[in-house]
């Protein structure tokens, strides 16, 4: 009896270790996963009004998202007009940071200026 309690016990403590780990990984509206060096999709399509959801996939990689891109491989720190404001937003391993909402329609452009190409365009009809 003894032995099946604690087989029991070991179970659910399985169980809620692994919900607590996956549980990043659909938080939010419109989610946008990010692995170690780059965000998984490079382009978001919603619409006006609406937030995203950043996704850091990765438990030992941070993330430090901000207006802008990278061109021909410079950081360029821009903000189009209309896209909320984002500077510097950290987003730790295995968490996640919501941005928005985007009021204005258009195209927006969010890096990360830590890793190297990583690019995020966000299209808001």
Not at 17 to 30: E, H, K, R, T, Y
Not at 33 to 61: E, P, R, W, Y
Not at 108 to 120: E, V
């Amino acid at each position: 009896m003894l032995k099946k309690l604690f087989a029991m016990l070991g179970l659910s403590y399985i169980s809620i270790v692994l919900l607590v780990a996956c549980g990043s990984s659909s938080n939010g509206p419109n989610p946008i996963h990010m692995n170690a060096t780059n965000f998984v999709q490079s382009s978001i399509t919603i619409k006006k009004g609406q937030n995203i959801t950043l996704i850091n996939d990765n438990l030992f990689v941070w993330h430090t998202i901000a207006n802008g891109t990278w061109k021909n491989g410079a950081a360029n720190p821009t903000r189009e007009v209309g896209v909320p404001k984002i500077n510097d937003v950290k987003i730790g391993g295995n968490s996640s940071a919501m941005i928005g909402p985007f009021t204005n329609t258009g195209t927006f452009r969010l890096y990360c200026p830590i890793h190297t190409g990583m690019n995020l365009t966000v299209i808001v009809e």
